[in-house]
């Protein structure tokens, strides 16, 4: 989570502590007894997705270097025959056509380039191997190109992890903002001319500001319970 919901949650955690405390105030057949339950059970669903959030994050910059290393893996073979194909050129002539690298540096058009080049390659397979290239160098080639195209389907899936889990925290948060936006007219109404437990309720419900530069526009303040300064 950001520093934003991470005040948020801290937040929802001081509230969940005041509606266990004052139980006996806010039943749970009451809306307001459901409102904390709603605040109480956003808390372990955004402990749980908050989780899958952090792993998927993981997960992602694993892939990146999976990624990183299967294209290298792929564009070394396409140099390699890019290379040949120029040296064979002179014995014949209009190879080197054939066996162009991609201009464009997207995942996308390297594989789309190395599947040209394995097509084109078949059919002169003998003379890159009279030219010192290995007898494997076309397996080669095929295995680079399905270690790439593998590692961006990891990356795809595993970048589609961590999406997931941010949206559930964004929407489980929104829900659990909703009950305590909901709860600030509520609350006041049940404790009534108790200002302890209103200077109470006020500091709980709270949600901290980050701190800002003298230049940057101050946050709006949330709604908060007014308190007279005589409370007692």
């Excluded at 390699?80 to 209009?94: F, L, Q, V």
């Excluded at 078949?122 to 680079?144: C, G, I, N, R, T």
Aim: include cysteine.
């Amino acid at each position: 989570m950001n520093n934003q919901y991470q005040r948020q949650f801290e937040t929802l955690l001081r509230v969940r502590a005041f509606g266990d405390k004052y139980s006996d105030l806010f039943p749970p057949t009451s809306l307001s007894g459901r409102m904390f339950a709603t605040i109480a059970s956003a808390i372990t669903e955004l402990s749980q997705y908050a989780g899958t959030q952090a792993a998927g994050f993981g997960l992602a910059r694993e892939s990146v270097t999976a990624k990183a290393e299967a294209r290298e893996i792929l564009r070394e073979c396409l140099v390699a025959i890019a290379r040949t194909a120029g040296s064979i050129d002179r014995e014949h002539p209009g190879v080197v056509k054939k066996f162009r690298l991609p201009r464009k540096v997207s995942d996308g058009a390297l594989i789309s380039g190395a599947r040209g080049f394995a097509e084109n390659v078949e059919s002169m397979k003998e003379v890159f191997v009279a030219y010192e290239m290995s007898p494997d160098f076309v397996h080669e080639l095929h295995a680079a190109i399905h270690g790439l195209e593998t590692a961006v389907q990891e990356r795809t899936n595993k970048k589609g992890r961590q999406i997931a889990a941010t949206l559930s925290i964004e929407d489980t948060m929104d829900k659990a903002m909703d009950a305590l936006y909901r709860l600030d007219g509520m609350a006041p109404n049940k404790l009534g001319k108790d200002y302890p437990k209103l200077k109470e309720w006020e500091l709980a419900r709270r949600v901290q500001k980050a701190r800002v530069s003298k230049s940057s526009e101050p946050e709006p303040s949330d709604p908060a319970v007014t308190v007279p300064p005589t409370a007692a």
